[in-house]
């Protein structure tokens, strides 16, 4: 039987593209999952190894989606190997159980981790850079200008929080959380 396992990174993206792919395939059952590559704790990526019998095939779209390092993904593959479990890597083709094999899924691996540890680290050094700046802001970019803010703040002197969002589009919680800001910049010009 031929499963499939997709994998993502974060809430935010979708699996849709790797399932398509995998039951294009012809992939029977597919599980897929949301954890960043770097988390220990896969539990549908565990329960798909419990799964796996002898005959049975693993297909994944790329072999970073099975391992977050070299040594796990050759630990996680030869163990399939062990089992008699084929595994598919569908930007790569089908892994073989041999000497050759076992070689070009260690330089695979290894690649894939380096790749991983570049992305990381070219990320760290644009935030140190960012860190740099004056206007640097930790998180995602606020939703409204300081402008909106400041016009939705002013309508607070004379109109109740509801009204205010009601307005302009600016919840409760941003306007509160603004004005806590505003008040404590304030607080500290006067210190």
């Given amino acids: 039987m031929k499963y499939g396992y ?3 990174s974060t809430t935010a993206q979708e699996v849709l593209v790797q399932t398509e792919a995998l039951k294009k395939e012809g992939c029977e059952v597919v599980y ?4 960043t590559g770097t988390s220990t704790d896969r539990p549908k990526f565990t329960l798909l190894l419990h799964e796996l019998h002898e005959g049975d095939t693993l297909v994944v779209t790329k072999l970073d989606r099975l391992a977050r390092n070299t040594k796990e993904g050759i ?15 569908l930007n790569v083709g089908l892994l073989e159980d041999t000497n050759m094999g076992r070689f070009f899924l260690t330089t695979l691996l290894a ?6 540890n570049l992305i990381v680290e070219r990320t760290q050094e644009g935030k140190a850079l960012a860190k740099q700046r004056d206007d640097f802001r930790e ?3 606020r939703k409204h200008t300081k402008q909106q803010v400041h016009n939705a703040l002013e309508l607070l002197k004379t109109h109740t929080y509801k009204e205010v969002e009601a307005m302009t589009g600016i919840t409760k919680r941003t306007l509160i959380r603004r004005k806590n800001e505003l008040e404590a ?4 010009g006067t210190l």
């Fill in 139 to 141: 998180g995602r970019p």
């Fill in 6 to 8: 997709a994998r993502v």
């Fill in 185 to 188: 910049k304030q607080l500290q």
């Fill in 75 to 89: 630990e996680v593959i030869e163990s399939l190997f062990e089992n008699g479990v084929k595994v598919h890597v």
């Fill in 111 to 116: 690649v894939a981790e380096m790749e991983r």
């Fill in 32 to 35: 897929e999952e949301k954890f």
